[in-house]
């Protein structure tokens, strides 16, 4: 899948999942060899859910290469949880470095 198509497959996620309310495009950038995607989400239960991952191209196809998920309360003061595989400071509480396929397996799995 080129980076552009995987992109845009990452946010129609957003747009279609039953668990979110609302998306704010923050930032979006794709060219032949890379994309990057930052949303804002209000999630059913008005918890804010933040995603950042960037897609790299290898070969034809392209991958997940960075990420970062953030899932808060509703009014961003109590971190849930936080998916990221470049761990700056992985002593916060509720910070949790998976493998790059982590958005496809871990997107909707918590409980809301």
Known sequence: MPVEALLESEY??????PAVRSVELVRSSVNRLDGYLRARCTLINGDYLEIAPHITASGRDAAIDDFRYQWMDAGQTRLHRRWDNTPHFPELPGFDS?????????RWSVVL
């Not at 129609?12 to 999942?17: D, E, K, M, P, R």
């Not at 998976?98 to 397996?105: A, G, N, S, T």
């Open 12 to 17: 129609a996620v957003l747009l279609s999942h």
């Open 98 to 106: 998976l493998p790059l396929k982590c958005w496809c397996i871990l």
